[in-house]
């Protein structure tokens, strides 16, 4: 089974640290960071990212690299303005960040370069979080609303102007801040699940764009994680509980919590600030501003191992599956040069504007596909062009960096290829010895009834 990774952030300058979430080994950790709430993101495995909280009031915001195998920065970006949340899509090629001005930026990361922003809500951005299918972003803010993005809006001239607004939906029935949103599976069919400091969480459909269910809970909740089979939630309060919630329509309360409230785990000190899953969906990972880090086991109900972050609050908790990258801090040591060489090059900075003369413009206009019928084309083949013809530009302007983790991602999706290649290979020969011995079975049976 493929190892995961426990990552750990803080807000105050107690770096990251990371563990082998089934043995509890400890890995490197990674020096000077100071990561507020959805700040931390890990960027197609290759490294991590952490925007930071602001050092004074004339500073600007800043986000920051770190490679597997190295404790310190490696890589400073400063943006236009502070970022909060930070996300990732999954194979790591775009960089998306919400600001305090409620502008949302959208950055491709071999090149470093702006490709996008736009003014998203009327305060601070709090929160981020891509679609399944990775064609919808989700973004929840200060001014209590939960807005979805299609980015094949905000990357198609010809649907954008033609539209009344950017957005797909924008639910505004929080009434103070969104603290965290997540996502089910189907994509443009999914439910998501926000939470809010008005202490509810709130269920809502992306097929029909309504809301499912309001649950009031007896704290206000800042961190929330789905059951990957969709049944409940977990919903992390202030008050150091994480509440069980039903999302199945037949959900009946077994608690004194309140409707659709099943349940609660409670072992931290402090409140909850961050809740991750483990990737087989059995292993829950709280974090708290006790600066404790819990795995739980969602069948008991039981803590199976803590974690110690070095002090303070945690501010985010991530489970990923361990990069080939990583090398042990052990082998670091012995095999320094050798190390360095396997590491990925890090792509350049985050651009702080994009290419147009004018920095303030909302979106930025891009190049239309080529049609070279008089035949007119449907809006999504357009998008479907307009994307296409993004990336062939952003491929034609890569650099040494984007080069090199190009490379690095066809020589992985090349040892999965022959994975699968080796399955295909044994489920061929052991068909082969079925019907061999289906076969000679026949023979032998046959042959016995001649005998007889």
Known sequence: MEEELVIASSPTDAGISCWNLRSGAEHLR????SSPSHGLACIGGRFLASSQLRESKSSSGSVLYWSWNKPQVEVKSFPAELINPLVSNREGTYIVGGGVSGDIYFWEVLTGRLLKKWHAHYRAVTCLIFSDDQSLLISGADDGCVRVWS???IFDDLRRHEARHLYEYSFSEHSLKVTDI?????GCNAIIVSASEDRTCKVWSLSGGKLLRNIVFPSIIDAIAMDPGEHVFYAGGRDGKIYIAALNAQGVSRSNYG???IGSLSEHSKAITCLSFS???ILLVSGS???MVRVWDTKTRNIIRIFKHVKGTISNVLVIRQSPYLIRPTLINSQAPSA?????????PLEKYTDSMDENADIKAIIPPHVTSDKPLDASYISIQTMSSQIRELQQQGSSAASEM???RLKLDCKRCMQMVQQWKKMYENLHQFCVNELLDGDQAGGASGHS
């Open 406 to 408: 190009e490379t690095e």
């Open 151 to 153: 980015l094949f809006m």
């Open 182 to 186: 997540a996502t089910g599976y189907g």
């Open 30 to 33: 990674y020096k000077s960071c």
């Open 289 to 291: 501003e006790d600066g």
């Open 259 to 261: 409707p659709h409230i």
């Open 279 to 281: 990737v087989d969906g």
């Open 340 to 348: 360095r060489r396997h590491g990925p090059v890090l792509p350049p």
